[in-house]
């Protein structure tokens, strides 16, 4: 049985190879329609909408998710700000600003008719000194006249009357539609879905392998890498046995480790790498001051991320982070303390009557990034998400650079990624 596998879609894997006969017929050739790489939450969205395409199909589970470690979600996915973005910071025409807003709706609607844990707490930015102030100003004007994200201006008595204790020199401009998630809960019923659609989970099963298959071509010309889908070599994280599966497509969606997948399949040339932004949290443990929603510094042009920000669990504890921190090792998850006097100032803006003392490590988590800048759309080094087939390959869908606002948009582009398999436009 495959590492980890959910027993009720259990298939025999490793201990013996699984390869049906290759013959011209493509639900008979391959194991799997699609194998998706990588079990966070954007690859458990793409999984199940992969699923409910090909569900009921006559040959058996139809759609494999491969995660290497021994639980879904436990990277990325996890060590977050749990928040459900409204979109504003992408700039109009980029990926990002489209799935996070498509995003952010299906996330709403599916939390409500799945139970899971939500709050639609709104967010405040607020802006300390004049440049800021004008950042914000172009913030609501792009929001209103580009992307049609609502915003609107908080007065000075309101603020006050509203949240006392957070400070807001220049002005307060609220996203009434952004909230917070159970980032785990999300993560288990979008696995139920992906089961109960007839897809497979296997957990501790780290891809060691990919091979492109050509198709037989009857002009005698080369047909493309993956025509004749995929070949992989899976290997079981605890024992290090390895099996062989093939596919007719497959999906990278490996999250921290997309470019070590991405540079298994192309040539030395199109190697790439990714850029680790570590961020910190600190929990706060004082019931004063009191906040309600979350707050946000203004994030300028160029910046790696969003600023240290307050945000709020469902139960209403306090927590600060991310900062940016860029490190080599996306292993390297100890909250780094040495950051701390930078993070307090940080936050000394907005809230000044924090108590230092009531401040503690919570935990820190690493983004993929595709480069060391670009967290908002305005200004130098932003990147969108790299969601495409990858040029000279067929039946690869390649995700790169799968940061923030991933957890948004993760079932926006679950759907996305199935319209570019079968030619369909269900995310507008």
Known sequence: MLAGAVPRRSIALFGRRCIRPFTS??????????????????????????????????????????????????????????????????????????????????????CASHRVGHANTGKWIVAQDDAEREALERLHAACRDEIQVPTRWVGEREARETEPSVRAATGVLESPTTGIVDSHGLMVALQGELEDAGGVVALNSTVAGIEPLCAPSSSGAASRPGSGGWRLTVRDSNT?????????????????????IHNMIVPPSRHTRLYYAKGNYLSYNASSPRVRRLVYPVTLPGAGGLGTH???????????????????????????????????????RYLPGIDERALS???????????????????????????????????????????????TSSIAIGDYVSDLFYGTRTVE
């Open 25 to 110: 017929t493509a639900p008979v050739r391959a194991d799997f329609t699609h194998v998706v790489i990588g079990g966070g939450v954007i690859g458990l969205a793409t999984a199940r909408a992969l699923a409910h395409r090909t569900s009921g199909s006559a040959f058996g589970a139809s759609t494999l998710l491969l995660e290497r470690h021994a639980s879904i979600g436990t990277e990325t996915s996890s060590r977050n700000s749990e928040v459900i973005h409204a979109g504003l910071y992408y700039g109009a025409g980029t990926l990002k600003t489209r799935l996070c807003i498509r995003g952010r709706e299906k996330l709403y609607a599916f």
């Open 240 to 260: 290090g046995e390895s099996s062989t599966i093939e596919a007719d497509t497959i999906v990278n969606s490996a999250g921290l480790g997309a470019a070590e």
């Open 310 to 348: 307050l945000t709020l669990d469902l139960a209403g504890r306090i927590r600060f982070g991310p900062d940016v921190e860029w490190v080599d090792d996306p292993s390297d998850l100890a909250v780094n303390t040495a950051r701390f006097p930078n993070m307090l100032a940080a936050v000394r």
């Open 361 to 407: 490590p919570d935990y820190a988590g690493i983004r993929p990034k595709l480069g060391k800048a670009g967290a908002v759309g305005a200004g130098k080094g932003f990147f969108d998400f790299h969601i495409k087939m990858e040029d000279g390959y067929a039946g690869w869908v390649n995700m790169l650079g799968m940061e923030s606002p991933g957890l």
